[in-house]
């Protein structure tokens, strides 16, 4: 496989992004022995956890020094699960010490020093007057928010600012630019297809693997009884890990989710032996398995490698390389290889390419005007319906659900009962360990929630109670029947799915995608439909009445 992409690898790489970014200003690459050479300040954020991260390029262990931050703006912009929190500053807190072993200068501000001002400028403007460095160089971000801070980072701090680039990703925002230039609808196949071609992933010559793009027929079976997935690959917390468990236990102890159990690694050599474990145990039946859920089985046959892979302990071309290997060896199907590999080269890099492309207005559109407050069993879990009970309570134990569960589960309901996009999407943001709005806000606001119009994808992934009972053992334990239509004992995701459509036709009828369930509803009798509309409107009437506002800073809420 090529190191770097085909076609593209000769585009000009966007080291000096910050240089037309406004407030930010190029600076030269040092010459590395001169005599009074620049001092350069290297800042590292906490989703930047690689030795290869681009800021490091060139870095002088004899004069530059890392700046490494835990600042409470982080922590709380929403309120992150206390895993997510935990797993962060342990991954930070190691890498420190590992570079420090090196010989690097690493300036390491805790969250619990009295002098931390709590957020990234303040923090940055401490370490110029400590260092008096002559430049600054960081990683572009991996969020607007963040990019939109640095903008008069070199008007205030009295330095050049240089964001480089994250060439952690195969697809370059400038190449995804591209790609998307010219196009009036982006589809993740199509340029799947191309990614396939550019890094020659799965490709014999310029044809793919087994004569196919996509197998994804073959990846929709429910999980027998009989077949058990393996264990976690859990980590033991070793002592810096313990350290942060009871710092976020002292400090965040009203955020969502429990801290008991953490088994997240936090070192680069831990995610690798993550990473073996997935491909030999569990790849071989992820394709078959992907989109099974199982009461008894949160992580099924799934790899749970994101948050690895967007912290910098993993980087995307070796998962995709490993899994490659596997299949190459005999040792994973094709449709296993294939499936997984999308996920990746596919969707991970089309969701980014994506929020840089269309942020930040992307954030703002609400295409279905959807205007309901989140309910608040999404921080409690106090629901009847089973399959939403289970994947919180899921969440709330690891800071983790599989790509179903947040799809087809909460993400549904959320959809189907017209939840606001933004309430929907700062829930999301934090309660999944390995959440960052470049990944969250696309596979929330577009796939999820359609508030994008469609520009993610083409329908809207709205299902009744039918799909969650073929694809798991959650309906046999509910209080709700998913074969009951309407009336009582009636499975809600039902009515919700029938009046969705109902209630989005001026939006979604002519959608070709949906003329079939269209199709459906037109020859409903209509006082069927006027039952449906009536009862859809009575659940989600007493779901307002049940909420609380899930308002970020009132942490008494989230206990
Ligand atoms: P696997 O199922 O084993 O997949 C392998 C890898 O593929 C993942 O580690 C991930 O890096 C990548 N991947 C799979 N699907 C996607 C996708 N749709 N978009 C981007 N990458 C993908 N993923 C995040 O990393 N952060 C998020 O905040 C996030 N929020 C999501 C919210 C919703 C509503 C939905 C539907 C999906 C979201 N995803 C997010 C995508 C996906 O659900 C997770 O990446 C996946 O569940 C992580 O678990 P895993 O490592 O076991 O993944
Ligand atoms: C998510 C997070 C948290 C909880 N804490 C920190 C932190 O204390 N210091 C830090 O550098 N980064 C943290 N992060 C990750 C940042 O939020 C992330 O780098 C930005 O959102 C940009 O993607
Ligand atoms: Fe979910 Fe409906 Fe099945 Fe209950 S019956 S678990 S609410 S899909």
Sequence with gaps: MATRMGPAADMATERDIGADQPGTSPAPEPAATEVGAPKTLVLILGDQLSREIAALDGFDAGRDIVLMVEVAQ??????????????????????????????????????????????????LARAVARHSPTRIVVTEPGEWRVRRMMDDWPERFGVPVQIRDDDRFLCSRAEFRAWADGRKA?????????????????????????????????????????????????????AITREVLALVAARFPDHFGDLDGFAWAVTRQDALSALERFISEALPHFGDYQDAMA??????????????????????????????????????????????????LGWREYVRGIYWLEMPAYAQTNALSAQRPLPWFY???????????????????????????????????????????????????????????????PNVHGM??????????SKPYAASGAYIDRMSDYCGRCAFDPKIKTGPGACPFNVLYWNFLIENRATLGR?????????????????????IAREATAFLDSLDQAQAPPVAGQQDLFA
């Excluded at 190691?94 to 957020?119: C, F, K």
């Design 511 to 531: 959608n070709p995608r949906l003329a079939m369930p269209y199709k459906t509803l037109d020859r409903m009798p209509a006082d069927r439909t006027a039952t």
């Design 295 to 344: 009461q008894a089985e949160p992580f099924v046959f799934h790899a749970l490698l994101s948050p690895y892979l967007n912290v910098g302990l993993l980087q995307a071309r070796e998962v995709c390389v490993a899994a490659e290997r596997a299949f190459r060896a005999g040792q994973a199907p094709l449709n296993a290889t294939e499936g997984f590999i999308r996920q990746i």
């Design 379 to 441: 921080w409690s879990g106090e629901t009847a319906m089973n399959c939403l009970a289970t994947t919180i309570a899921d969440t709330r134990r690891h800071a983790y659900a599989h790509h179903i569960q947040r799809l087809m589960v909460t993400g549904n309901f959320a959809l189907l009962a017209g939840i606001r996009p933004d309430e929907i999407e700062a829930w999301y943001l934090a309660v999944y360990c390995d959440a960052f709005e470049w990944v969250e806000l």
């Design 74 to 123: 982080e922590t709380t912009y929403v309120p992150h699960h206390k895993q997510k929190i935990a797993f962060i500053l342990s991954a930070m807190r190691h890498l420190a010490a590992e570079l420090t072993e090196e010989g690097i200068a690493v300036d390491y501000v805790r969250l619990d020093d009295p002098a931390n001002t709590g957020s990234f400028t303040g923090e």
């Design 448 to 457: 999820v929630m359609h508030a994008d119009g469609g520009l993610l994808a």
């Design 186 to 238: 982006y589809r993740m196949e199509f340029f799947y297809r191309e990614m396939r071609r550019r890094t020659g992933l799965l490709m014999e010559g310029d044809e793919p693997t087994g004569g196919r793009w996509n197998f994804d027929a073959e990846n929709r079976k429910r999980l027998p009884a009989t077949l058990t997935p393996p264990r976690r690959a859990g980590v033991e917390p070793d």
